[in-house]
T-cell receptor, first 115, second 116 residues
């Protein structure tokens, strides 16, 4: 079974600075998809960014980018120019490429943004 | 509606009681998912519906848990003989057709269940 590990329970960053959240995963599959979701105190999970494993180019969405290292099974999230609204729990997630609908989540990292 | 709606937002019940949690997905979304999020954990998959049928219920922990989606829209998660270990936030998500591959899930705000 696939597993997702987020080794940083909590992280903090100064407003306008850059922070990187770590994620590693374990799989024997070659075809899969990776995601970062944000969960603010409202509890609603919101998709931040996604990556196909077969693409070498790292995904970017405005201030959010990933560093995808397939051989190392690492999928870190970089947040640039951090804003107060970025404060939330961040979850890394994995989905198999074989038509599976199931997302496997890590335990999350709580991000605090200091003014 | 504009987003996925879940009711109740919070539910407190006693051990052994029966509870129902409701999910109203985004209009037009045929795929619906239930996840359970225990304190300090990430969401765990419970069940996935495509239309009215449960396409994958491999995440349901035991036979006390059951979910239905009779008309392919609203879904109800049913928990019988609740136990203290069932306390968690139950998240519902929906997507257009399927979310396979890079497809995005749209989540509700969850129902927090507390079993005393």
């Amino acid at each position: 079974a696939q597993t997702v590990t987020q080794s940083q329970p909590e992280m903090s960053v100064q407003e306008a600075e850059t922070v990187t959240l770590s994620c590693t995963y374990d799989t024997s599959e070659s075809d899969y998809y990776l995601f970062w979701y944000k969960q603010p105190p409202s509890r609603q999970m919101i998709l931040v960014i996604r990556q196909e494993a077969y693409k070498q180019q790292n995904a970017t969405e405005n201030r959010f980018s990933v560093n995808f290292q397939k051989a190392a099974k690492s999928f870190s999230l970089k947040i640039s120019d951090s804003q107060l609204g970025d404060a939330a729990m961040y979850f890394c997630a994995y989905r198999s490429g074989g038509g599976s609908e199931k997302l496997v989540f890590g335990k999350g990292t709580k991000l605090t943004v200091n003014p | 509606g504009a987003g996925v709606s879940q009711t109740p937002s919070n539910k407190v019940t006693e051990k052994g009681k029966y509870v129902e949690l409701r999910c109203d997905p985004i209009s037009g979304h045929t795929a619906l998912y239930w996840y359970r999020q225990s304190l300090g954990q990430g969401p765990e998959f419970l069940i996935y519906f495509q239309g009215t049928g449960a396409a994958d219920d491999s995440g349901l922990p035991n036979d006390r848990f059951f979910a239905v989606r009779p008309e392919g829209s609203v879904s109800t998660l049913k928990i019988q003989r609740t136990e203290r270990g069932d306390s968690a936030v139950y998240l519902c998500a929906s997507s257009f057709y399927t979310s396979g591959g890079l497809g995005e899930l749209f989540f509700g705000e969850g129902s927090r269940l507390t079993v005393l």
